[in-house]
């Protein structure tokens, strides 16, 4: 059995990538990942957008947690495969406050106790103030909780220190989830902890943590005192991957995509699987997956026994200790199987607007699987049993061509799934009830020609001969026609008395002397339309390669050369960021210069020669 962890950064961005975009279906991505369990984080998506074959594939159980009030943002999902392992219960968030409606009874909770934001000493924010509950903390879906017998699995996707004001969320948010595993643990519970934790744990989990400079100081930050503290041998839990690959360097995660990190793999290790004591027996093996694609992350899994001899000689299946019957009648009341859009129990509005339509779920459609919302659903639908009474009436006789609604629509990449579930995208043209009404007035549209407005012209007008205006017939006076002259005559004067002057270039020789050869104009446009040539960089005498501002603010578009080596472990950085002594100069030296200047610069060079 494998479960495998993966922040996916989008699951609507995922399809985009090979091998991804070959596969018809999310069945299909899942199985590509040849992993039993499978937790994803950053889903980044809301329950209402979510695609029908992403909440239901056919051969896994689906859990979600959204945030609450961003969407597209953050979001974590487990997927566990129907046919060989079977979850027992599931719970959203780490503290027991987010429920479902009705809430959990106490057979369906997977504890007894949660924390409590008094019994555990939080940090206060920067205005001195303490929270009072965990509402927040929990309100941006980073937490799972799934109990699958032998072990429970929390699926967490840890929040990153974007500032210095994000810190106290971040490490109240670790306090949280070590208190609720240290609950778990004394009602004799094994935990795995998986996903994105946004820490790194040891220097060796860091490209930089090798320099000098990062070694002396690498615990001082509180996330990685608090996380150093916590992994063993001092705390309670293990790095189930690392165990295998203790001196491993390069086992990296997460890369910088913006610098192109991964070419170098120039990266940090922030996606873990944690456990308790009492799994690591069961644990077969763990690794790391960087050659799968799709991701600023990549998946990283453990593989557990199917059997194991414990130290009393007593022989355990792994088919004795997990649930595998795969039965679907009693899931947990977290799982996307029995919501109610899914359920077969709740009724759209949309069809009771219909004309002699039966009444069907969402189950039964045949485009149940690539269908959007009920919301999105209800609207089209509604939309298109509106008649049109503006138009004349006419009856024609029915059309011989089939109804739309026995086409069937052939799916060929995961990535029409996805824009099948967008309201716009997905909308329908099936004809609505009053279309036989409506087709024969506009037929009848078409041949009468659209008259244009007064302000538009025709393209015809542009190419025929311009017709004689009559004579104006408003009369004009004496006086402004003197004023005009008196106008025209200032004018003349004027380029008589500047062409008579020697510091006028007319008056020292013709005309045609003054004005540019052919070959001058040419080479002026060659010169003013020719691109920039990339300078070299200082250090390594390299062409430079060019980059565009996308960040929002006064520089946004602007172009900017760097050196175009990549960037690596101890690359320059600049003298504010790293220590001279610590530049390695095979990666990407500190050269920076703006397009302007280096066009301004070339533009003067060729005047001057």
């Not at 050196?563 to 101890?570: A, D, F, K, L, Q």
Request: charged letters at 20%; a neutral charge.
């Amino acid at each position: 059995m494998r479960i495998l962890s993966w922040n996916i950064n989008g699951v609507r961005t995922l399809p985009q990538y090979h091998p991804w975009n070959t596969f018809t279906s999310f069945q299909g991505i899942l199985e590509h990942l040849e992993a039993d369990i499978i937790c994803f984080q950053e889903m980044k998506t809301s329950r209402s957008s979510l695609p029908r074959c992403v909440a239901l594939p056919d051969d896994f159980e689906a859990f979600f947690s959204f945030p609450q009030n961003k969407g597209g943002y953050s979001g974590v999902a487990v997927y566990a495969d129907s046919r060989t392992v079977t979850p027992l219960r599931a719970e959203e968030g780490l503290s027991g406050i987010l429920q479902p409606k009705p809430p959990l009874t106490s057979d369906d909770r997977i504890s007894r106790s949660y924390p409590c934001a008094h019994e555990i000493e939080l940090m206060p924010d920067e205005h001195g103030s303490t929270p009072s509950d965990f509402a927040a903390l929990e309100a941006e879906g980073r937490a799972l909780i799934v109990d699958f017998g032998l072990f429970v699995l929390i699926n967490v996707y840890c929040p990153n220190e974007t500032s210095d004001a994000r810190l106290p969320f971040k490490i109240n948010f670790h306090i949280m989830l070590q208190d609720r595993v240290r609950k778990l643990m004394n009602e004799g519970r094994e935990v795995a902890i998986v996903g994105d934790i946004n820490i790194c744990a040891t220097p060796l989990d860091h490209c930089d943590g090798h320099l000098a400079s990062n070694t002396a100081t690498f615990y001082d930050h509180p996330a990685r005192a608090w996380f150093h503290g916590w992994l063993s041998p001092i705390g309670c839990l293990t790095d189930a991957v690392r165990t295998f690959w203790p001196g491993r360097k390069g086992m990296y995660t997460c890369w910088n995509m913006k610098i192109s990190a991964r070419e170098t793999n120039y990266g940090t290790r922030v996606d873990y699987i944690l456990v308790t004591p009492g799994m690591l027996p069961w644990i077969k093996h763990g690794d790391i997956q960087p050659a799968l694609r799709g991701s600023d992350h990549c998946p990283i899994y453990i593989d557990l026994h199917d059997e194991i001899t414990t130290d009393a000689g007593e022989r355990l299946f792994l088919r004795d200790v997990l649930p595998m019957d795969g039965n679907r009648e009693d899931l947990p009341r977290l799982a996307a199987r029995r919501w109610e859009e899914y359920s077969g129990k709740q009724t759209l509005l949309s069809t009771f607007f219909g004309k002699g339509n039966k009444l069907c779920s969402p189950r039964n459609s045949p485009l149940s699987s690539l269908s959007p919302t009920p919301d999105t659903q209800l609207h089209r639908e509604h939309d298109a049993a509106q008649p049109d009474h503006t138009r004349p009436v006419a009856i024609i006789p029915p059309p011989t061509h089939p109804s739309p609604s026995s086409r069937k629509p052939v799916c060929t990449s995961t990535n029409q799934i996805f824009a099948s579930s967008n309201p716009i995208s997905s909308r329908q043209t099936a004809p609505p009830a009053s279309s036989a009404k409506r087709k024969l007035s506009d037929n009848s549209a078409k041949k009468v020609p659209k008259k244009l407005k007064g302000s538009q012209s025709k393209l015809s007008s542009f190419f025929a001969q311009p017709s004689v205006s009559p004579p104006c017939s408003q009369e004009i006076s004496w006086g402004d026609i003197a004023d005009y002259r008196d106008y025209m005559e200032s004018d003349y004067q004027l380029a008589l008395e500047l062409s008579a002057s020697p510091e006028h270039p007319l008056s020292q020789g013709s005309l045609a002397s003054a004005m540019p050869s052919a070959s001058q104009s040419k080479a002026a446009w060659l010169q003013l339309m020719a691109p920039v040539q990339p300078p070299n960089c200082l250090v390594h005498g390299e062409p430079a390669k060019e980059h565009t501002v996308n960040k929002p603010g006064p520089n946004k578009g602007k172009t900017f050369f760097l050196c175009s080596r990549p960037v690596g472990p101890g690359y320059d950085k600049g003298k504010s960021e790293r220590l001279r002594e610590e530049v390695d100069h095979r990666y990407r030296c500190n050269f920076f210069k703006w397009t302007s200047d280096v066009r301004r610069e070339a533009k003067d060079k060729s005047s001057t020669s």
